[in-house]
């Protein structure tokens, strides 16, 4: 495992403050329930964060205000430097999202399914097939570009979708627990293959779990979140953390997701 800074360009896209991602003092409630509440959080440009915590502790309400597809009832989130519920338009192209459903359209094949993105960000034909046919061959999937969802495996469908998030050149990847359907072998592989992705182009991610295990592969830095979504542990792994380190830390995640 890499350190969070390698990899790591210059400067963020549109931020004065450095962080691709912040979170400051952000509450979020459904009529009485709070399910946020004052959350600080950055993300800098390159970090591959794993958001870990038991379910219900509020990991996809953060990634729908990361992802504009909800809005903090108080705080100030901000993505890029704007604010993503606001300017929702503004990050076409700029945000890729990969969900736990694959979320293909059975009626395209999976180099179709792949274009579709880049249909939106209206590239040329040829350059959306070229583009699309590249990130399949990358994650795995040379030879079956003109197969239909149907004929894939679970695992070869999600691949698809990922190619599609890669493919838009996007540099912010979210990731709402894409392999937890997934058999662990699988997943294993596939999360591993994804971090490497990440890192090769230079990407920041976003990645939720509900798995220690996949915390440890995935991140460079792992956020471990206690209902209602507030940070209990926010630890940077490096290549030179060892296996006795590494199951030190594994044993304060497991006591705070225990409480
Ligand atoms: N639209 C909503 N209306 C009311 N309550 C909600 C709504 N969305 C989420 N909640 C509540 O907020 C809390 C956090 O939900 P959230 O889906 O963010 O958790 P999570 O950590 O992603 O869970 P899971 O791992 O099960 O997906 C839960 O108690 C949930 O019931």
Redesign the pocket.
């Known amino acids: 495992m890499r350190t969070a800074e390698t990899n790591v360009p210059a400067a963020p896209i549109g931020d004065p403050n450095g962080a691709t991602i912040r979170f400051q003092n952000v509450r979020?409630s459904?009529?009485q329930?709070v399910?946020?509440d004052g959350l600080n959080l950055d993300v800098q440009q390159g970090q591959l964060v794993a958001l870990l915590?038991?379910?219900?502790?509020?990991?996809?309400?953060?990634?729908?205000m990361i992802s504009g597809l909800?809005s903090a009832t108080e705080g100030e989130v901000s993505v890029m430097g704007q604010n993503p519920f606001e300017r929702f338009n503004w990050y076409r192209g700029k945000m890729a999202i990969v969900f736990q459903n694959d979320r293909l359209l059975p009626w395209r094949t999976a180099v179709r399914n792949v274009e579709l993105g880049l249909e939106v960000l209206e590239l040329p034909k040829a350059e959306r097939k070229e583009r699309a046919m590249q990130w399949l061959e990358k994650l795995g999937l040379k030879g079956h570009e003109h197969d239909y969802p149907h004929a894939l495996s679970g695992g070869m469908r999600q691949r698809v979708s990922i190619a599609r998030a890669f493919a838009t050149d996007a540099p912010l990847l979210l990731c709402?627990?894409p392999f937890s359907a997934l058999d662990e072998i699988t997943s294993t592989r596939l999360r591993t293959e994804f971090a490497r992705l990440v890192r090769e182009n230079g990407k920041t991610a976003v990645f939720?779990t509900?798995s220690i295990n996949e915390a440890f592969d995935i991140g460079d830095r792992i956020i471990v979140?206690r209902?209602?979504?507030e940070i209990a542990q926010d630890i940077r792994m490096s290549a030179d953390v060892g296996e006795e380190e590494r199951e030190r830390i594994r044993e304060i995640i497991r006591t705070s997701l225990s409480h």
């Open positions: 979020k459904f009529g329930f399910a946020v915590g038991k379910t219900g502790c509020g990991k996809s309400t953060i990634f729908n909800t709402d627990e939720i509900h979140l209902r209602p979504a």
